[in-house]
């Protein structure tokens, strides 16, 4: 434990250093400490995420090459970050605390912590969001693999979590995703900073205790990053409106241009920053002269702003999608596969994504189903929390300015539109910092007031956060004995993750050349080549077409498998869950025993039935087409 966070310190110096570096040599540092390093953590850390895509793409992403990336990048931002402390020290010392907001806040930001440091058991960061890490540092390079269509999806967050894996271990790829959660806080209250001034954290406070993001922080998912990400591009976008240029410009496109190499609902960003500056220059050629910064044509200067601010994000992003539409002709695979002549999945954008119809009314109001039924959307530990709901409608009665009705419309425009593709809580975080901004504005006024009105929703609101402290803090119970020291984490890990176990009698009796094909997602934990058996069938349609088993088996061996994974729950109802490959095999699989069988009971008191075939092992060698010899 002490050494993840010692790479957590170290992570977090040397991504701080290298974006303080950037700011100070553009001249484009914030004044505020804090702010400084609200844009300078993600900087650096999407420029350590970049440089190791670059190695990858050259062969070489192994734990030496990350070293030494590691070692050039501290050397460069060290004294950077060591002259940054006293000012951020001073800052921190000199607020004034409220308890009432400042208590949920470091409960929240401990209890995540603590999460964080638990063996990993969360099931998308083992199916993918670590699984393709293992397999770029496995093979040294960051190739396509077609069962695993996830490794040409934007990468950014998961290549830092390569850099972490290759230093320490799963573990450390939590602690990555904490550190972002922080420098979402950051970037929320630089957000919330020309509005509440001292009380800016107010709004990081609302922002990451919302139980999408508190949970979020101590997953090695990429929710959170992107919120990080989005949120640093749209306080350089702040900044530039107060001071258009083109090096503000530049900067707030190439923080987009990080978001978009986090993960694809960026696009929807990126494009409302990149109007909302056309919309500036628009607004400067109605306006007049007056308007125009350099006095010469009114609104011309904000259009080649616009530009930058396009050419940065291009720049910056394009590697990601350029990557996917080389390996697959789809920039956005596996998405809108009609589009890009069949390369995708149909699966991926399946009206059961969308469980609200996506009319016009049903957009606007999504706030308040999404919060008031997070099951149907994602599920209660992905939620929006009440706040939302309770303070933004009272927003608009509070007669705001319009920079602040400015940024919620971003947010909340941002929202909108992705749900119109994907209603998750979790694809739309970035939107919760411009709301949280709005809904500690409101708070504010109400905390301002002596009525017994506003003294009544500040109790709300302050009870509500209490509630929301209490649930980030409550997700540690379960690993708290690993991090005390009172349980080695292979135990942990043997009472809380089949996979876990399964992997250990993998590594025992299979040979290091076996590979695998399984019905269970989750891979990382198998120390073997390990392909999921859905994806498979997804790509080829094997098994889907009523093939005898003996031809399934046969296409099987030929594609290079030597062993099968089932694991179907009981009863088979229990979660989802694609029993197809089972049902194919059945008369196969009833003349043949197991090489292992075990059924194992999962934390959710979910048991499923986990047994390992040699698909070589039969009474007749298997030839082409299926037939017995």
Same mark, same amino acid.
């Given at each position: 434990?002490?050494?993840?966070?010692?790479?957590?310190?170290?992570?977090?110096?040397?991504?701080?250093?290298?974006?303080?570096?950037? /700011?100070?040599?553009?001249?484009?540092?914030?004044?505020?400490?804090?702010?400084?390093?609200?844009?300078?953590?993600?900087?650096?850390?999407?420029?350590?995420?970049?440089?190791?895509?670059?190695?990858?793409?050259?062969?070489?992403?192994?734990?030496?090459?990350?070293?030494?990336?590691?070692?050039?990048?501290?050397?460069?931002?060290?004294?950077?970050?060591?002259?940054?402390?006293?000012?951020?020290?001073?800052?921190?010392?000199?607020?004034?605390?409220?308890?009432?907001?400042?208590?949920?806040?470091?409960?929240?930001?401990?209890?995540?912590?603590?999460?964080?440091?638990?063996?990993?058991?969360?099931?998308?960061?083992?199916?993918?969001?670590?699984?393709?890490?293992?397999?770029?540092?496995?093979?040294?390079?960051?190739? $396509? &693999?077609?069962?695993?269509?996830?490794?040409?999806?934007?990468?950014?967050?998961?290549?830092?979590?390569?850099?972490?894996?290759?230093?320490?271990?799963?573990?450390?790829?939590?602690?990555?995703?904490?550190?972002?959660?922080?420098?979402?806080?950051?970037?929320?209250?630089?957000?919330?900073?020309?509005?509440?001034?001292?009380?800016?954290?107010?709004?990081?406070?609302?922002?990451?205790?919302?139980?999408?993001?508190?949970?979020?922080?101590?997953?090695?998912?990429? &929710?959170?990053?992107?919120?990080?990400?989005?949120?640093?591009?749209?306080?350089?976008?702040?900044?530039?409106?107060?001071?258009?240029?083109?090096?503000?410009?530049?900067?707030?496109?190439?923080?987009?241009?990080?978001?978009?190499?986090?993960?694809?609902?960026?696009?929807?960003?990126?494009?409302?920053?990149?109007?909302?500056?056309?919309?500036?220059?628009?607004?400067?050629?109605?306006?007049?002269?007056?308007? &125009?910064?350099?006095?010469?044509?009114?609104?011309?200067?904000?259009?080649?702003?616009?530009?930058?601010?396009? !050419?940065?994000?291009?720049?910056?992003?394009?590697?990601?999608? /350029?990557?996917?539409?080389?390996?697959?002709?789809?920039?956005?695979?596996?998405?809108? %596969?009609?589009?890009?002549?069949?390369?995708?999945?149909?699966?991926?954008?399946?009206?059961?994504?969308?469980?609200?119809?996506?009319?016009?009314?049903?957009?606007?109001?999504?706030?308040?189903?999404?919060?008031?039924?997070?099951?149907?959307? &994602?599920?209660?530990?992905?939620?929006?929390?009440?706040?939302?709901?309770?303070?933004?409608?009272?927003? !608009?009665?509070?007669?705001?300015?319009?920079?602040?009705?400015?940024?919620?419309?971003?947010?909340?425009? $941002?929202?909108?539109?992705?749900?119109?593709?994907?209603?998750?809580?979790?694809?739309?975080?970035?939107?919760?910092?411009?709301?949280?901004?709005?809904?500690?504005?409101?708070?504010?006024?109400?905390?301002?007031?002596?009525?017994?009105?506003?003294?009544?929703?500040?109790?709300?609101?302050?009870?509500?956060?209490?509630?929301?402290?209490?649930?980030?803090?409550?997700?540690?119970?379960?690993?708290?004995?690993?991090?005390?020291? *009172?349980?080695?984490?292979?135990?942990?890990?043997?009472?809380?993750?089949?996979?876990?176990?399964?992997?250990?009698?993998?590594?025992?009796?299979?040979?290091?050349?076996?590979?695998?094909?399984?019905?269970?997602?989750?891979? @990382? @934990?198998?120390? *073997?080549?390990?392909?999921?058996?859905?994806?498979?069938?997804?790509?080829?349609?094997?098994?889907?077409?009523?093939?005898?088993?003996?031809?399934?088996?046969?296409?099987?061996?030929?594609?290079?498998?030597?062993?099968?994974?089932?694991?179907?729950?009981?009863?088979?109802?229990?979660?989802?869950?694609?029993?197809?490959?089972?049902?194919?095999?059945?008369?196969?699989?009833?003349?043949?025993?197991?090489? @292992? %069988?075990?059924?194992?009971?999962?934390?959710?008191?979910?048991?499923?039935?986990?047994?390992?075939?040699?698909?070589?092992?039969?009474?007749?060698?298997?030839?082409?087409?299926?037939?017995?010899?």
């Amino acid at each position: 434990m002490a050494l993840d966070l010692g790479f957590l310190i170290l992570l977090a110096t040397v991504a701080a250093g290298l974006g303080l570096r950037l /700011l100070g040599r553009l001249g484009l540092t914030p004044s505020h400490p804090a702010d400084a390093w609200a844009l300078a953590l993600p900087i650096g850390l999407g420029g350590l995420g970049l440089a190791a895509l670059g190695l990858g793409e050259v062969g070489v992403l192994r734990p030496w090459s990350i070293a030494a990336l590691l070692a050039v990048a501290a050397v460069v931002g060290l004294l950077a970050t060591l002259r940054s402390l006293p000012g951020l020290m001073a800052t921190v010392r000199s607020s004034r605390p409220t308890l009432a907001w400042d208590l949920p806040l470091a409960v929240t930001l401990v209890g995540t912590l603590l999460t964080a440091l638990a063996p990993v058991t969360d099931g998308d960061a083992l199916c993918y969001h670590l699984q393709v890490p293992k397999v770029f540092l496995a093979a040294g390079s960051v190739g $396509f &693999d077609p069962d695993l269509h996830e490794t040409v999806y934007p990468l950014l967050t998961e290549l830092l979590y390569a850099t972490a894996l290759a230093a320490r271990g799963p573990v450390a790829c939590r602690l990555v995703q904490w550190l972002l959660g922080v420098g979402f806080a950051l970037n929320v209250a630089a957000l919330a900073r020309p509005f509440l001034g001292d009380r800016a954290r107010w709004a990081a406070t609302v922002a990451l205790l919302v139980p999408a993001v508190s949970n979020g922080m101590g997953a090695p998912l990429n &929710d959170v990053a992107l919120a990080a990400f989005g949120n640093a591009a749209i306080v350089a976008w702040s900044r530039w409106r107060d001071r258009p240029g083109v090096g503000p410009a530049l900067l707030a496109g190439g923080l987009a241009g990080l978001a978009l190499g986090v993960k694809y609902p960026a696009l929807v960003l990126t494009g409302l920053i990149g109007l909302a500056m056309l919309a500036e220059a628009l607004a400067g050629r109605l306006r007049g002269p007056a308007f &125009d910064p350099s006095g010469g044509t009114p609104g011309r200067p904000l259009v080649r702003h616009a530009l930058a601010f396009g !050419l940065a994000a291009v720049a910056i992003g394009a590697p990601w999608y /350029l990557r996917a539409y080389l390996h697959t002709g789809n920039p956005v695979y596996p998405f809108f %596969r009609g589009v890009f002549g069949g390369a995708g999945l149909d699966e991926v954008l399946d009206p059961i994504k969308r469980p609200m119809a996506a009319t016009p009314w049903n957009l606007l109001t999504a706030i308040a189903p999404m919060t008031l039924q997070p099951s149907r959307f &994602d599920s209660l530990s992905h939620q929006f929390g009440p706040l939302f709901l309770i303070a933004l409608p009272a927003l !608009l009665l509070e007669r705001p300015k319009r920079r602040l009705l400015l940024l919620l419309t971003l947010g909340y425009a $941002f929202l909108t539109l992705c749900l119109t593709r994907r209603q998750s809580m979790r694809f739309v975080l970035t939107a919760v910092g411009p709301m949280a901004v709005g809904v500690a504005w409101v708070a504010s006024r109400w905390w301002d007031r002596r009525s017994l009105p506003a003294r009544a929703l500040v109790a709300v609101v302050v009870a509500v956060l209490a509630f929301e402290a209490t649930i980030a803090a409550g997700r540690a119970r379960h690993g708290i004995g690993v991090v005390l020291g *009172r349980e080695s984490a292979g135990a942990f890990l043997e009472r809380r993750e089949p996979t876990y176990r399964v992997g250990r009698w993998i590594d025992a009796n299979l040979p290091p050349s076996a590979r695998i094909v399984g019905q269970d997602h989750r891979g @990382y @934990y198998i120390p *073997r080549n390990y392909a999921m058996e859905l994806a498979h069938r997804r790509r080829t349609g094997l098994g889907a077409r009523g093939e005898p088993p003996e031809a399934i088996v046969g296409a099987l061996l030929r594609d290079g498998f030597t062993h099968l994974l089932l694991c179907p729950p009981e009863p088979e109802d229990a979660v989802e869950f694609d029993p197809t490959l089972g049902r194919a095999l059945g008369p196969w699989l009833d003349r043949r025993a197991p090489l @292992y %069988r075990e059924a194992i009971r999962d934390p959710d008191g979910v048991t499923r039935r986990y047994a390992i075939y040699d698909l070589g092992d039969a009474p007749a060698a298997v030839v082409a087409g299926g037939a017995r010899r």
